[in-house]
């Protein structure tokens, strides 16, 4: 798939598990340069809060949540990238770096406030890693590569990481048999998981996507098959809930207001994305009128 529509889903996906535990930008402008991070994060110290009207801890982020523990850069790539691609993702994070000084008044930030560099790739080569001369670190699982400590970058291998609840989110964002399996092992958690939950609205949110063509090279064959199901069980479960409000205020009432509800949650998110309003209303069942007054919204 082309790089910018997989930038736009990793970057949903990381804000989601993200913005409980600090300040996620999107898209992040680095001032004084034409430069944009895909994400920037900010820990605000909390460990715990929530995402998409879920309760979640920090350690619900396995891998994740460990690197969270100071400001950085987050850079995903679907594929292997280039040896010009790690440059400019360190350029960008020395740049960031030397923003972050410059707002501290500093002539220097301590080596352990400066920000890091997260290269989330969902595949690698080993003359990249090679290149970059990277080693291991014994707190990180394997698939985590550390560049020189000096420029605060590490490359994730994503394709690489074991099969472990710690690597789950990461997984999500890897491609073929690993993003395949890593739905499955979503669908596999328990319904009142919040991890299952978001996974499964985001997943659902990109297979409609797919299904009004703006993302048809998204994923390869293999993966089809498990972003349909894990749609299939969204909507069941929407349906579950809807049941659920529906003995509070009515059966049959109740159900369309449990899956309205989610069905304006992915609106949203499309429209964010700058998607047309007819085709934002075939992929969730809204009408116009509705995703026009969720557009007012934003």
Known sequence: ????????????YLEEFLSPFGTVRRQYEVPGEAKFIDVWFVP?????????????????????????QKPCVFEPYRNIPSRTDVRVSVMKLVWVQEDERRKANKDELPEDDQPVL???????????LRAANVVTHPDFPSGVYFV?????????????LPVVPETLLLRVLGRGATQKRAIEEALALPIDRPQR????????????RMDIGELVDFVEQEEIMAFTEAFLAWE?????????????????EG???????????????????GFPLEAIAQATSLTIDQVQVLQRSL
């Open 118 to 128: 997260w290269i989330l790739a969902a595949t690698t080569s080993k003359p990249l």
């Open 44 to 68: 605000d110290g909390v460990t715990g809060g929530m995402a998409n009207g879920r309760s979640l801890t920090i350690d619900d982020l396995g891998l994740l949540g460990q690197m969270l």
């Open 148 to 160: 020189a400590d000096i420029f605060k970058t590490a490359i994730v291998a994503i394709d690489q």
């Open 197 to 208: 939950k978001i996974i499964l609205q985001l997943v659902a949110s990109w297979k409609i």
């Open 255 to 273: 159900r369309k207001e449990g899956q309205k509800g989610e069905r304006e949650s992915i609106a949203l998110n499309l429209l964010r994305q």
């Open 236 to 252: 069941q479960e929407t349906e579950g809930k809807g049941r659920k409000e529906g003995r509070r205020e009515g059966r049959k």
């Open 1 to 12: 798939m082309t790089r910018t529509n997989f930038d736009q889903m990793s970057k949903q």
